[in-house]
């Protein structure tokens, strides 16, 4: 599974984004699909996830701000990000979790770079 993820760029804050991230595989099937983050000097966090059921989770720091979704016709998982803030600057990596026998495969995106100006 490759999955290749766009829509990053450069914002001021209270401006909006929307990242996309397209998998090389039908996603229908894919136990989970998300969005974490890596700020410079910080970790890796997980931003927002979505279950292959629909089931959605965020950061505490995005709650109200970021609304992940996705579709299953074009392999797209989106992340519309709305009110951005100078503290949401990272680089952004799309990630699905696929079942493997029994267990799961983690596959992850080339990372976009979100910048947000004061």
């Known amino acids: 599974v490759q999955l290749q993820a766009s829509g990053g760029g450069l914002v001021q804050a209270g401006g909006s984004l929307r990242l996309s991230c397209v998998a090389s595989?039908?996603?229908?099937?894919?136990?989970?699909m998300g969005w974490y983050r890596q700020a410079p000097g910080k970790q890796r966090e997980l931003v927002a996830g979505?279950?292959?059921?629909?089931?959605?989770n965020y950061a505490d720091s995005v709650m109200g701000r970021f609304t992940i979704s996705r579709d299953n016709a074009k392999n797209t998982v989106y992340l519309q990000m709305n009110v951005l803030k100078p503290e949401d600057t990272a680089v952004y990596y799309c990630?699905?979790?696929?079942?493997?026998?029994?267990?799961?495969?983690?596959?992850w995106g080339q990372g976009t770079l979100v910048t947000v100006s004061s």
């Open positions: 979505i279950t292959s059921g629909g089931r959605l």
């Open positions: 990630y699905a979790r696929v079942k493997y026998g029994l267990g799961f495969r983690e596959y």
């Open positions: 595989d039908n996603i229908f099937s894919f136990d989970v």
